[in-house]
């Protein structure tokens, strides 16, 4: 019996039918979500990225989120760019958290960018011809942009560039690192988000329990996704005819198809997460038939390198994504 009592804490809420009725995300569907800004498509998180998915007819601009070094002034900025580092995306080289702003400023993050593998670095094990790197130069102002693009688009933005940038446009936030990796920044996305009074249009998740958690003391007003703890917790809860149990506090589970193996998200999964008021979004997939079957199957956004080919999927779909009705079925 003590063993199967924290099991029962966790399906109460479920059993009892304490689930959120105001979550907006179940109500966006299905979403394609482009991640990194489709990163397949163009240079990974930058503002031409984020245009460009938008105008392909993406719903949902991901985004990833960095601090950098304070100024002289001590003022730290959050930065849009995926890892640790600059070195795979651009020219230059160095932890993020320990350049400034004007250091990445100066930087090219379409220097490394070839349309089809996206970011192709000969020092992480892509190779391709000079004539590939479609978009480099640009950010330095040695080549011109395209019609209707700036020098400003190909470089690593700031999340504050992007809000102003996209004042209506749905946005997925991931906090990729916090303590003790680096010093923390959650509080300082939450006044940011707070200054742009960006709450239920904007998402905001990181693989750290940790990290969301502690965003969430600073904006209990903001959504957030189950981190990854919390989101195997709900998944071992939802395991055959469990109904699974979830925290009220969170709008969306963002989970892979398998994790090692493992299957994740399954019809059941998903029935069993909008039972507890929980939208399933699902990364990253960059195949047709991956896409049609989690439409099929009743999943409210799918996050995606290749959000022309997502929309594409959705026509065939007989489906406008900016239609909030039942799923469709694919053939």
């Known amino acids: ?14 059993l009892l039918g304490f689930v959120d009725a105001e979550n907006e995300w179940l109500d966006r569907r ?4 482009a991640h990194q800004g489709g990163e397949f498509e163009a240079p990974s998180d930058t503002l031409f990225a984020l245009k460009t998915a938008a105008e392909k007819g993406a719903d949902v601009l991901e985004i990833d989120v960095h601090a950098t070094a304070p100024d002289a002034d001590g003022v730290r900025e959050l930065v849009a760019i995926h890892d640790t580092t600059v070195d795979r995306t651009t020219d230059g080289s160095g932890r993020v958290d320990e350049m400034t702003i004007d250091e990445i400023r100066g930087l090219d993050a379409a220097y490394w960018f070839v349309p089809g593998p996206g970011t192709c670095n000969p020092d992480h094990g892509c190779t391709a011809d000079e004539d590939d790197y479609v978009y480099r130069g640009m950010a330095t102002g040695d080549v011109p942009p395209p019609d209707g693009y700036r020098a400003e688009d190909f470089r690593i933005p700031t999340v504050r560039e992007i809000l102003e940038t996209f004042p209506d446009e749905l946005i997925n936030i991931e906090i990729k690192r916090t303590a003790p990796d680096t010093v923390p920044y959650e509080e300082l996305l939450a006044d940011l988000l707070a200054e742009f009074d960006r709450t239920d249009d904007v998402i905001v998740v990181a693989f750290s329990d940790l990290a969301v958690e502690k965003f969430k003391l600073h904006a209990p007003e903001v959504d957030t996704a189950v981190a990854t703890a919390q989101a195997a917790t709900f998944t071992f809860s ?7 149990a979830a925290n009220p506090r969170y709008v969306a ?17 998903v029935r069993d997460a909008h039972a507890n008021g929980l939208a399933v979004h699902v990364w990253t997939i960059n195949d047709r038939e991956t896409m049609a079957w989690l439409i099929d199957i009743g999943v409210d956004g799918i996050m995606t390198d ?8 959705l026509g065939a779909c007989k489906w ?11 053939d």
Do not use: Y
């Not at 939802?238 to 699974?244: E, I, K, N």
């Not at 290749?306 to 999927?313: C, I, Y």
């Open 320 to 330: 406008n994504p900016r239609r909030r009705v039942a799923p469709p079925h694919c």
């Open 30 to 33: 299905v979403l394609n979500i």
């Open 1 to 14: 019996m003590k063993r199967l009592l924290p099991l029962l804490l966790l399906v109460l809420p479920a």
């Open 306 to 313: 290749r959000p022309t080919l997502l929309e594409d999927v």
């Open 253 to 269: 589970l963002q989970v892979p198809v398998t994790f090692e193996g493992v299957p994740v998200v399954t019809e059941d999964f």
């Open 238 to 244: 939802a395991h055959g005819p469990l109904p699974g």
